[in-house]
């Protein structure tokens, strides 16, 4: 386990992953420091909801030592319930929700919450092919996103009975690239082949760039081999 850690109006805060998210990490951390000119964050009732997540804080005494670990929800259990320590799930999710938004140049992000909802075309949970649309801004507690079948050759004969209504944190068990463009605007359609986005496109029916597996692959390589290098020239 990673542990990121900051000061805090004197006080010891401490996050942890099991990945080297830095990048999330900081301005998550960043923000939490900026929200103490504003509030006291330091109280039990504390939640911060960021991006697609919701935070806690949690203090702590070991010994002497008191400070405060950065909990999340646990979003693979119960997360309307049950917190966690490890915030692996919800940094991985803002990096892939960030990264969509600035490919497509999206200025100003519409956020869905974790604990808000999505309709599903029940043939759509177990599909190959399938397609996510934002209909409307998340209200009340409905994202305004559907998922529904590519190619759907009974389209406009659905009854209410074929779809099925989920939180977005379920997304994560079922299809988790999906949670990469929950923030993107009302009118966004994106495919999906498997767990792989295939496309992006806009309201007015224009295609946006977006991370794909092979950029990914790419960068991942990229990545080893400066890491290799690396380890050549201190040794």
């Given at each position: 386990?990673?542990?990121?850690?900051?000061?805090?109006?004197?006080?010891?805060?401490?996050?942890?992953?099991?990945?080297?998210?830095?990048?999330?990490?900081?301005?998550?951390?960043?923000?939490?420091?900026?929200?103490?000119?504003?509030?006291?964050?330091?109280?039990?009732?504390?939640?911060?909801?960021?991006?697609?997540?919701?935070?806690?804080?949690?203090?702590?005494?070991?010994?002497?030592?008191?400070?405060?670990?950065?909990?999340?929800?646990?979003?693979?259990?119960?997360?309307?319930?049950?917190?966690?320590?490890?915030?692996?799930?919800?940094?991985?999710?803002?990096?892939?929700?960030?990264?969509?938004?600035?490919?497509?140049?999206?200025?100003?992000?519409?956020?869905?919450?974790?604990?808000?909802?999505?309709?599903?075309?029940?043939?759509?949970?177990?599909?190959?092919?399938?397609?996510m649309d934002r209909v409307e801004k998340t209200i009340?507690?409905?994202?305004?996103?559907?998922?529904?079948?590519?190619?759907?050759?009974?389209?406009?004969?659905?009854?209410?009975?074929?779809?099925?209504?989920?939180?977005?944190?379920?997304?994560?068990?079922?299809?988790?690239?999906?949670?990469?463009?929950?923030?993107?605007?009302?009118?966004?359609?994106?495919?999906?082949?498997?767990?792989?986005?295939?496309?992006?496109?806009?309201?007015?029916?224009?295609?946006?760039?977006?991370?794909?597996?092979?950029?990914?692959?790419?960068?991942?390589?990229?990545?080893?081999?400066?890491?290799?290098?690396?380890?050549?020239?201190?040794?």
């Amino acid at each position: 386990m990673i542990t990121f850690e900051t000061e805090i109006n004197n006080k010891k805060v401490r996050l942890y992953s099991n990945a080297p998210l830095k990048r999330a990490a900081t301005a998550l951390l960043r923000t939490l420091k900026q929200l103490t000119e504003q509030t006291n964050i330091f109280t039990p009732n504390f939640a911060l909801n960021f991006g697609w997540a919701r935070y806690y804080l949690s203090k702590r005494q070991d010994k002497n030592v008191v400070y405060y670990v950065v909990q999340t929800a646990d979003y693979r259990n119960d997360p309307m319930n049950l917190r966690t320590d490890d915030c692996t799930d919800a940094l991985i999710i803002q990096n892939m929700q960030v990264d969509t938004n600035n490919k497509a140049n999206v200025s100003t992000p519409e956020p869905t919450l974790y604990s808000d909802t999505i309709m599903i075309l029940k043939e759509a949970l177990d599909a190959e092919d399938v397609y996510m649309d934002r209909v409307e801004k998340t209200i009340n507690g409905i994202s305004g996103w559907r998922m529904g079948l590519l190619n759907d050759e009974k389209e406009g004969e659905h009854v209410p009975e074929d779809f099925v209504t989920i939180r977005t944190s379920e997304l994560i068990k079922i299809r988790n690239e999906t949670l990469r463009v929950l923030q993107m605007p009302v009118g966004t359609l994106a495919n999906f082949h498997g767990n792989t986005m295939t496309a992006l496109i806009d309201k007015d029916d224009n295609l946006l760039d977006f991370t794909t597996e092979d950029d990914r692959k790419r960068a991942i390589a990229q990545r080893e081999a400066a890491e290799s290098v690396k380890s050549e020239n201190e040794g």
